[in-house]
């Protein structure tokens, strides 16, 4: 209709104690410069003073801590604040604890990771971050990458959304691994968000 401006979709993003805030920044940028309507209306921090919570400032979007030491009431309260706060998406940056089957069944929007990896590879319990890189570094491979896949009640098994290689032929360290990956991460994370929010349009 003429006159009418487009509904602007509203991003969670979910964080935790390792949460540093690159791919929340990296969201926000893509969607501030993009001209697609959709902002991070809301993070949600599990630790009181983080990194994260800065950037927030920073960037001026709101900030929630919800400790997540008990999981139960965690999930409630971010249902709550979804819902209260007409979240379409959640994604997943650096919060590492398993969501319960429970909670992606009652929240009712979808819910996205970013992993360091080319999954199913490197995935599972304890692989996250640096750990990840390590891995790859000590397996040789010729390529690593970022994958972002839907959260499911298993660790890193939830289907595969976009994933993007990197050649790390050159890499002499996991360091140098995990800085060409994290600049894909940057890259895929908003446009998986991207394909999701234009499929609800
Ligand atoms: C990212 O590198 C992400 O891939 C990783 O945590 C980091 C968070 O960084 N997640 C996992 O390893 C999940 N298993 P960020 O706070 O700078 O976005």
Redesign the pocket.
Known sequence: MEGTAPKTHRIAVL?GG???????RAIHRHFESLGFPATVALVIGDREQTP?RELCQELKLPFVYVPSKDMQSYEAEVIRLVKEQRIELIAL??F?KLLSADFLLRIQVPVL????SLLPKYGGAK???MR?HEAVFASGDKESG?TVHEVSPVY?AGRIVLQRKVDISDCKSCEEIAGKV?KI?HQIYAEAILQYLKAKQ
């Not at 390792?18 to 929340?24: A, E, K, P, T």
């Not at 990771?113 to 360091?116: E, K, R, S, V, Y």
Request: proline share 4%.
């Open positions: 964080t390792r949460g540093r805030g690159s791919n929340l994260v940056a650096g590492l990771n970013i992993h360091p692989m996250y971050g990840v970022a890193d994290l991460e």
